[in-house]
């Protein structure tokens, strides 16, 4: 039955292209991905970055708002 309502919501031809689907939807949602180097090494480059202190949410909002 849940083929069925996969294959149907996606416009898939049959039950096994509904079985991939969810296989690949169950890998992107709940396994761990593997984090590409560029994006690890982007990472690293703003953990080294000095933060900007901006106090708190209301001196935040009167700096921008007035």
């Known amino acids: 039955m849940v083929l069925n309502v996969v294959k149907a919501k996606y416009g898939l031809r049959d039950k096994s292209e509904a079985i ?29 970055e000095v933060p900007i202190k901006v106090g708190t949410v209301s001196q935040l909002r009167k700096r921008y708002v007035d």
């Open 20 to 48: 991939n689907m969810m296989a690949e939807q169950y890998e992107e949602n709940v396994l761990e991905p593997q984090l590409r180097p560029k994006y690890v090494e982007k990472v690293k480059q703003i953990q080294r």
